[in-house]
């Protein structure tokens, strides 16, 4: 399943972003095992990136969104326009995604986060607190970058 809109529309509806993760979460759940309990968390983790890409991306240009099958993952894909700062920004969070003790950092910095890390907080939980994969690809000379969120399997996290 793919969706694509583009910057200033996204911007201009920013007040109905839980609405579209909302729906993209319910049509990529329908076969799922258990969908309402999987449209929740994936509306949640939609939400986030939404969030994150709001507040993170270039004035004009187009952002794509595709969730993919790996098995029985969920891979979700945003390709955003960025400018450089908004790129540091991207290249920052996976660098903190992936020190040694993620859990104890986020944990500490929930309570005191750090200049610039605040923004980032809530796409660094879904590493942190519900063990998602996250991974950056920019091709080379471009102006996009791909966010890749690999989810858990739901069916396999238990209570949250």
């Known amino acids: 399943m793919a969706a694509k809109f583009t910057v200033s529309g996204f911007a201009r509806q920013w ?3 839980h609405l579209v993760a909302n729906y993209l979460a319910r049509y990529v759940s329908a076969n799922e095992g258990d969908p309402e309990r999987h449209a929740t968390l994936l509306s949640t983790f939609v939400n986030e990136l939404l969030e994150v890409v709001f507040r993170n991306h270039a004035d004009e240009g187009e952002i794509d969104i595709i969730f993919r099958k790996r098995g029985r993952h969920v891979v979700l894909q945003l ?3 960025v400018a450089d700062k908004h790129r540091m920004f991207y290249r920052m969070a996976v660098k903190m995604v992936n020190q040694p003790d993620l859990k104890s ?3 500490a910095r929930l ?3 750090a200049e610039g890390e605040d923004t980032m907080l809530g796409m660094l939980e879904l590493v942190a607190v519900y063990t998602c994969t996250f991974t950056l690809s920019e091709p080379p000379g471009s102006n996009r970058l ?3 969120l690999e989810l858990p399997e739901v069916d396999e996290m238990g209570e949250v």
């Open 79 to 81: 390709t955003i326009p």
């Open 15 to 17: 007040s109905r972003c």
């Open 146 to 148: 791909s966010l890749f």
């Open 105 to 107: 950092w986020f944990r």
């Open 111 to 113: 309570e005191e986060p």
